[in-house]
């Protein structure tokens, strides 16, 4: 099977400490932040004070590039399914649950250090 010649893929704009991602259209040899076609979206992966990512997506240009053959990274695979434009891909199904549990785990060592100072 040929691979499609253009790419959606993540551009880093941010710095070290600070990423801040565009989604963009762009052929697949080019470097990462190199000579792309178009900007369709963009990604802030640090929370906010609502503890929460945003992500800005052209839906149109989106469904444009992929109908012409685009096809997405991993990364931006996970936020299209993620969006409801493509199916939700199994790593992100396997992410969530790794974060439920820890999040369940959290919170029972939590509780079972109340008891404890409630003994004491």
């Known amino acids: 099977m040929k691979k499609s010649l253009i790419a959606l893929r ?8 600070r990423p801040f991602f565009c989604i963009v259209a762009t052929h697949r040899r080019k470097a990462r932040n190199r000579g ?6 963009t990604f802030d992966p640090m929370p906010n004070d ?8 052209n839906v149109d240009r989106i469904k444009y590039w992929l109908s012409v053959g685009a096809e997405p990274s991993r990364p931006v695979g996970m936020l299209l399914g993620l969006a409801g ?3 939700v891909q199994p790593h992100s199904i396997e992410i969530a649950r790794r974060n439920r549990e820890a999040k369940t785990e959290q919170e029972t060592s939590v509780t079972e250090e109340e008891k404890v100072e409630e003994q004491e």
Do not use: D, H, M, T
């Open 10 to 17: 993540l551009a880093l704009y941010g710095c070290k400490n």
């Open 36 to 41: 792309y076609f178009e900007q369709i979206g």
């Open 85 to 87: 434009i493509l199916p």
């Open 50 to 57: 609502r503890n929460e990512k945003l992500v800005s997506l």
